[in-house]
Nanobody, 118 residues
Framework: QVTFVESGGGLVQAGGSLTLSCVDN????????????IGWYRQAPGKSRELVAR???????HYDDSVEGRFTISRDSAENTVYLQMNSLEPEDTAVYYC????????WGQGTQVTVSS
């Protein structure tokens, strides 16, 4: 059973923008499993998966230094959807992006590929 379905990735030039979406089909973020809030991870080729943005249950947001000021995480509770607005993209942002529970991820979705050309 697929819980998280990510979309919105693509090929973009450096300096461009993309908005990623994640549909929470399993209603995880509203459940007890979602006590840690929601998050966006990414995995670049040859590197470990890293958490780059998260939103707590109270709505406060936190970002990795590498994306601070460029990425914005948000959610639409009515649609059970989480977004990641990415601006001023850099080639170093090239990765597969996933949503999941921060620091306690469960089954991963298929992710969405973001490729930033220089």
């Amino acid at each position: 059973q697929v819980t998280f379905v990510e979309s919105g990735g693509g090929l973009v030039q450096a300096g461009g923008s993309l908005t990623l979406s994640c549909v929470d089909n399993g209603n995880i973020f509203r459940s007890g499993l979602g006590i840690n809030g929601i998050g966006w991870y990414r995995q670049a080729p040859g590197k470990s998966r890293e958490l780059v943005a998260r939103m707590t249950g109270r709505g406060s947001t936190h970002y990795d230094d590498s994306v601070e000021g460029r990425f914005t995480i948000s959610r639409d509770s009515a649609e059970n959807t989480v977004y990641l607005q990415m601006n001023s993209l850099e080639p170093e942002d090239t990765a597969v992006y996933y949503c999941n529970i921060p620091y306690a991820p469960i089954t991963w979705g298929q992710g969405t590929q973001v490729t930033v050309s220089s």
